[in-house]
């Protein structure tokens, strides 16, 4: 049997798949021991840990120990003169009128910052040597005497040379062989030493909770007679053994929402939809992601509470839009939705919890989009009157009626996805008609065809059971790896055979790892090319298949730069401008052999034929139907509201709906 | 056009983005570190008239005036008669720009033939010619600053990449790579601004996007008054102090009486020092963008689009021939150490009206450092912006080691130096012990940067303030530290002025030293923890802790 869980803030989702049978359950978190939750919902679908040949596990831990500082008491290695850069930062602030603006916290308090003499250039050459009589006189007295879980190193140009950070590193562990050593070299071997510090310092940071939390979690599996794979989910959208955690914990960050984009392409791939734009709408956000051909856009950088992360990360944009986002007119007389939201409690107004301000969940309550008595198959009733309670006053401030001000939230909540979509595809150069909208998340597929037709996208992909989207996500995500390099050079006769030299080198290390960790069979490349004009800053990536190389020359891969830079700048550089390539980030991927199939769960509830919705400034009668009972290729004319267990799709006039042999629910545009 | 509620909702964030994403993409296809790294520059969109309708919130103190150096470009040539691929571009702070460097392009957005908006951006670029690389910090007139480009009307066609307007631009700067770049990155964020209003007014009607231009800048407009309402009526008075006119004239005071009445502002900087003979004289744009945006931050939400309604409830005046207002041709290059003193001012009058709002003085100095050195491949020029501490408020430290409140530059990382230049090397970058001033709440901390130079010859020019001056406290909290800049040179200090330019040798130190920000609330109101803590980590030291108190 396969298990995915996936531990949210709210809700520990489980999957399992045991011989084509899928069982989904939900439990709530227990956000202090989130194993407890996640051990509750094994025990929730009566699953016997003995019988798991597969696990596959997200979770929150590494998120929410920088969110809240309780990761471990860390110490910072610095060059002399140096032991300031996570306090310095970038001398920016990131709210230009705030008044009592504060920087981000760091991981580390100042007084647990040192330094150490040395200098390399950024060629590598070494332009002071390390002081050793210094590291022992000073730093390894100060290290063992700060009670340090883990130390983290950043010294300046490590990343064109590990040399004095390697000797560093080789002294610490012989004299404080306890001390868990995060060095920059390893972790991120970027330049701009800001960056790189404030991640190795929040990998040391973050290290000993995953390890622990890991520790815990394997031995009350292994308790329980458990001896399959263990597995845990990354933010680059693949999984990694546990045991590779143990030195990499920086990737274990944000991978809620790229299992979620997981789940989504691997549905979609069913239906053979690999150009996709995703959106999972939850309670107090969405998060949008752009797939090409099947492949997720990778950013080369994140933050968690405003701290840089320079490791690649599946490019997600998330907007303060959800069910539970919170509906205000401001002191301008402006409509806004979010990004305040009611949380889980109160909650929205008609969850009848003591929640007077309208939310998004209740302008669909007044419009008809969800009906109070079908909410989560009949399992949650809803109190329509205390929705439109809710909606009173922003209806007379806004001189319309109730019904009017719900369909007014509406258009603004679409508004406010549509533009983090546009970030994810027209700012980027990509046009979203040439893609299908996946929603998935509760609140997704009810708002999915206004999007579109903002977009002017004329195809829909509604995943079955698109509530548990990411825990599916978890099963069907491929082992991945991914390295990144500094290589700065111009453009030149050199260059093709250099980065085939580093791309073998990079392989040859990342198969060495997969081999280690028992993870055999064939393993796809991917490789991109991070290149700029000559003197700017900020590179774009260009993808070439590493098979490729031999038959490619400098102007080949010059031409593809500009190719890239013009999508994005809608200009190719002014003639003769040089091209750099700046580094490259190599992939290795082993496929899964077998996906899970999951279907509709039926919710058996008794419904009348059709329900009043507002929709474009009129009432209609919509439809209702049974997501589980669809029949294959049954077409559904809008208005109809199809509803499945954890969401609902809506089919607004001049749509229809089919489901098609994949269990995806296919929305179409008429005409 | 009266636009549904919604309607206006939608477009008019849709106008923000589409100007916050000019922002974004002027800055990632930058060439300069001046732009890349620090971020100095700024873009926004105009309606027909000119009228700032959404900006990029890049730099504090160039959004006031995007809209205001149009108007002379459009007096010359007027929307109605440009064509496509005509854009029109300006510098001069005698027809409403601010200093030199900052160079404006605007680009008409046809709609139908018609002009129906602009795209905008503003950059500092890092030379623009004038008589020394980057900084000029000897200039005693505007002509020794830079290449003055009145009101032009270009085509890109017929002017740019190889045609006569680029190639002159391209024949005065002393970086061409880096400057061309720039503008070429300018060029491309006013294309994307133009582009994203053109989809809007297709996909929803060109009076739609007429009529949401016009209802974003009333929407800001009620909001700036409806804050100003609130405080209460009178009128205020505050002072600030610059050290010198760089020339040893002594401090010079800027002063500021704002008066409240219902929701409006009037300031009126009546009693400052007249205009200097060096570069710190201030064009009156931007006294009006430094003004504005103090109103803007301690009175109101950050929420609020600064556009040309967030202008229209304050009025601004400064008497001609001052140092706010100078006469042509007076040199203006540092102007935003005189606007700083202006925030200064105007924060310290309203600190009577509202004074849970407003925070003490920081070190508030914009410091310009520029190195630069003429090496066997052409100039190399490195010019780095930095702030100081930050003044203390009601309910928190000021932060450390931050740009100014009227910039928004960040540092250039050190490894991009170290590839960039090869004629120096960064070799201490650090907060300054003791440098914050005293205080319930304590001021932000300053900090020091410190270059080896590695080959003779390079020159040094900066400008800077409170070297002899320091931030105040405010409500009974302790000034922050003065700055100061220094070379080391065979065993022996050499101390540099605040506004002052210097040769060079190999193997010399030279450190730059950023004020602290001054303290709010008295210092004994301060907790024992909040101290022992800041001993700790060396923000203070042993004996500024004893004494914190007493």
Redo the contacts between chains.
């Keep these: 049997m396969r298990v995915g869980i996936e531990v949210g803030g709210t809700f520990t989702d489980l999957v399992a798949v045991d011989q084509g049978e899928v069982r989904v359950v939900k439990v709530p978190s227990t956000p202090r021991s989130p194993d407890i939750g996640a051990f509750n919902a094994l025990g929730a679908a009566g699953i016997e840990a003995a019988a798991v040949t597969d696990l596959v596990h997200g979770s929150t831990v590494a998120t929410n120990a920088i969110l809240e500082r309780r990761g471990a008491a860390i110490a910072f290695v610095a060059t002399k003169g140096f032991r300031d850069i996570l306090f310095m930062q970038r001398h920016d602030r990131r709210s230009i009128y705030d008044l009592h603006y504060a920087k981000p916290a760091p991981p580390v308090r100042r007084r647990d910052c040192f330094e150490v003499a040395e200098r390399i250039g950024p060629d590598g050459t070494v332009i002071a040597a390390l002081d050793e009589a210094a590291v022992t006189r000073d730093l390894l007295p100060a290290l063992a005497a700060g009670g340090y879980q883990a130390v983290a190193l950043c010294l300046l140009s490590a990343y064109a040379s590990p040399a004095h950070e390697m000797r560093l590193k080789q002294m610490i562990a012989a004299a404080l062989p306890g001390l868990r050593i995060a060095a920059s070299h390893e972790v991120a071997p970027e330049f701009r030493e800001f960056e790189r510090a404030s991640t190795t310092s929040l990998s040391a940071y973050v290290q000993p909770v995953i390890d622990g939390y890991l520790d815990r979690f394997e031995a009350t599996l292994a308790g329980a007679g458990f001896t399959g794979h263990f597995s845990v989910m990354q933010s680059n959208g693949g999984r990694m053994p546990a045991t590779a955690m143990r030195s990499n914990a920086i990737s274990a960050l944000l991978s809620g929402p790229a299992a979620g984009v997981v789940g989504a392409i691997r549905q979609a791939a069913r239906s053979e939809r690999g150009n996709l734009i995703t959106f999972d709408m939850g309670g107090t956000s969405t998060d949008v992601a752009l797939v090409q051909d099947g492949e997720a856009a990778l950013a080369p950088e994140t933050e968690v509470d405003g701290l840089p992360i320079r490791t690649p990360v599946l490019d997600i944009v998330t907007v303060g839009a959800g069910g539970g986002s919170l509906i205000w007119i401001d002191d301008g007389g402006m409509l806004r939705v979010g990004p305040r939201s009611a949380g889980a409690e109160p909650g929205p107004a008609c969850y009848g919890r003591g929640g007077t301000m309208p939310t998004v969940t209740d302008a669909h309550v007044v419009r008809g989009t969800i009906r109070p008595d079908a909410f989560l198959g009949g399992g949650m009733s809803l109190d329509a009157d205390a929705a439109h309670r809710a909606f009173a006053d922003v209806a007379k401030r806004l001189g319309t009626d109730v019904r009017g001000a719900a369909a007014a939230a509406i258009r603004l909540a679409v508004a406010n996805i549509v533009r983090a979509i546009q970030l994810v595809s027209t700012e980027r150069g990509r046009d979203p008609r040439d893609y299908a909208l996946l929603p998935f998340g509760g609140a997704g597929p009810l708002l999915a065809a206004e999007i579109a037709e903002e977009l002017g996208i004329r195809e829909i992909l509604v995943p079955p059971n698109p509530g548990v989207i990411s825990a599916l996500g978890l099963l069907s995500a491929d082992y991945v790896k991914l390295r990144g390099i500094t290589r700065r050079m111009g453009l030149d006769a050199e260059t093709p055979s250099v980065i085939a030299a580093d791309c073998a080198r990079l392989r040859e290390a990342t198969e060495a790892e997969f081999a280690a960790l028992g993870l055999t069979g064939p393993l796809e490349h991917r490789l991109e090319l991070d290149m700029r004009f000559v003197g700017q800053a900020f590179e774009i990536p260009v993808a070439v298949d590493p098979a490729e190389l031999p038959r490619l020359g400098a102007a080949d891969l010059a031409e593809r730069f500009a190719e890239a830079h013009r999508r994005v700048y809608l200009h190719g550089g002014e003639p003769g401008r040089k091209v750099e390539l700046v580094g490259m980030r190599f992939g290795v991927r082993r496929r899964l052999d077998a996906l899970p199939e999951v279907r509709e769960r039926a919710a058996g509830l008794a419904r009348p034929e059709s329900a009043e919705v507002v929709t474009g400034g009129a009432t209609v009668q919509a439809r209702l139907v049974d997501a589980a009972m669809l029949d294959l290729n049954e077409v559904v004319v809008g208005p109809a509201l199809i509803e499945g267990y954890s969401s609902t799709s809506w089919v607004p006039p001049g749509w229809r709906g089919a489901r098609d042999g994949a269990g995806n629910m296919l929305l179409r545009k008429e005409g | 056009m009266q636009l549904d509620?919604?309607e206006?909702?939608?477009l008019?964030?849709?106008v923000i983005?589409a100007a916050r994403?000019m922002g974004?993409?002027l800055?990632?296809?930058?060439?300069?570190?001046i732009l890349?790294?620090a971020?100095d520059g700024s873009a926004a969109l105009l309606d027909a008239r000119g009228g700032t309708v959404a900006q990029a919130?890049?730099?504090?103190m160039q959004l006031g005036s995007i809209g205001r150096v149009f108007q002379p470009c459009a007096a010359m040539f007027p929307p109605e008669t440009l064509e496509e691929g005509d854009f029109l571009v300006i510098n001069d702070p005698y027809s409403g720009g601010q200093h030199l460097q900052d160079v404006f392009f605007f680009h008409p957005i046809f709609h139908e033939g018609e002009v129906i908006g602009f795209g905008a951006s503003v950059a500092h670029h890092l030379d623009i010619g004038g008589g020394s690389p980057g900084l000029n910090a000897g200039a005693r007139d505007l002509y020794a600053e830079g290449l003055i480009i009145p009101p032009m009307k270009v085509n890109m066609a017929r002017d740019w990449?190889g045609g006569g307007f680029e190639r002159l631009l391209r024949a005065n700067v002393r970086v061409p790579?880096?400057t061309?770049?720039d503008f070429?990155?300018q060029?491309?964020a006013n294309?994307?601004g133009v582009?994203r209003i053109q989809e809007l007014a297709r996909r929803y009607g060109v009076e739609k996007v007429r009529a949401t231009m016009a209802g974003l800048q009333d929407?800001?407009e009620?909001?700036m008054r409806?804050a100003i309402a609130e405080v209460p009526d009178g009128t205020y008075w505050g002072e600030a102090m610059l050290d010198d006119d760089g020339m040893g004239s002594g401090p010079l005071p800027v002063r500021a009486a704002v008066t409240v009445s219902g929701d409006s502002i009037t300031v009126d900087f009546e009693g400052t020092a007249p205009q200097v003979g060096s570069n710190l004289n201030a064009p009156f744009a931007s006294v009006i963008s430094a003004t504005v945006?103090c109103l803007?931050?301690?009175l109101?939400?950050?929420d609020?689009p600064?556009n040309d309604g967030a202008l229209r409830p304050i009025a601004v005046k400064a008497p001609k021939g001052t140092l706010l207002n100078p006469n042509h041709p007076a040199p203006v290059r540092a102007r935003m150490i005189s606007v700083s003193r202006a925030w200064n001012a105007v924060m310290q009058a309203i600190s009577q009206a509202v004074p849970e709002?407003?925070?003490a003085q920081g070190y508030d100095t914009t410091t310009a450092f520029c190195l630069s050195w003429l090496g066997p491949a052409g100039w190399s020029v490195y010019l780095e912006v930095?702030?100081g501490g930050?003044?203390a408020?009601i309910?928190?430290d000021g932060?450390?080691?931050?740009?100014n409140?009227l910039s928004?530059?960040?540092?250039t990382?050190?490894?991009?130096m170290?590839?960039d230049f090869s004629f120096f090397?960064?070799?201490?970058?650090?907060?300054r012990p003791d440098s914050c001033g005293i205080g319930a709440r304590r001021g932000g901390a300053g900090?020091s940067r410190?270059y080896r130079i590695l080959v003779d010859g390079p020159i040094v020019s900066h400008y800077s303030d409170r070297f002899t001056g320091r931030s105040s406290g405010i409500f009974g909290g302790g000034p922050g530290a003065s700055g100061s800049c220094q070379v080391l040179r065979d065993g022996e200090v050499i101390n540099l002025r605040s506004k002052d330019a210097f040769n060079l040798k190999a193997g010399d130190l030279i450190t730059i030293n950023l004020g602290g920000g001054g303290g709010y609330g008295v210092p004994s109101e301060r907790s024992a923890a909040l101290i022992e803590r800041d001993l700790?980590?060396?923000?203070i030291t042993k004996e500024l802790a004893e004494n914190w108190a007493k």
Excluded: W
């Excluded at chain 2, 700790?536 to 923000?539: K, L, P, V, W």
């Design positions: 509620p919604v206006y909702a939608i008019s964030q849709s983005a994403e974004v993409k800055v990632r296809s930058a060439y300069s570190t890349r790294e971020r919130e890049l730099i504090p990449h790579q880096q061309m770049g070429d990155a060029i491309a294309n994307i582009l929407y800001s009620r909001r409806a945006s803007k931050a301690a109101t939400s950050p609020i600064f709002k407003v925070i930095y702030g930050y003044g408020g309910g928190n932060c450390d080691a931050v740009d409140p928004n530059c960040s540092n990382p050190v490894e991009a170290d590839q090397r960064v070799v201490d970058y650090a907060l900090f410190s700790e980590d060396g923000i």
